[in-house]
């Protein structure tokens, strides 16, 4: 299933994915952010469990501003799965 989750926090300012019947985490794209950094975590998630990649993720900062690109697709992950 496809989503789309807007950012709040990051320079990132939305991120699209999606999540099969599996929980396996697909085609993670962000819109904005650095380019280098969203493009390494998509192609590091992708094929993994999503729940796995939430609680990975989850709780890392971003120069003090208490979220970040990869907290933001956790967050993501979660509003998708119901948590």
Do not use: W
Request: include cysteine; hydrophobic fraction near 30%.
């Amino acid at each position: 299933m496809k989503h789309s989750y807007n950012t709040c926090g990051t320079c990132s300012r939305r991120i699209d994915f999606e999540i099969d019947e599996n929980g396996t985490l697909h085609n993670v794209r962000f819109l904005g952010g650095c380019a280098g950094n969203t493009a390494g975590i998509s192609a590091l998630v992708e094929g993994r469990d999503a729940r796995s990649v939430a609680d990975t993720l989850r709780g890392t900062d971003c120069r003090g501003r208490g979220t970040s690109c990869p907290d933001q697709l956790a967050k993501a992950i979660d509003t998708s799965l119901g948590e």
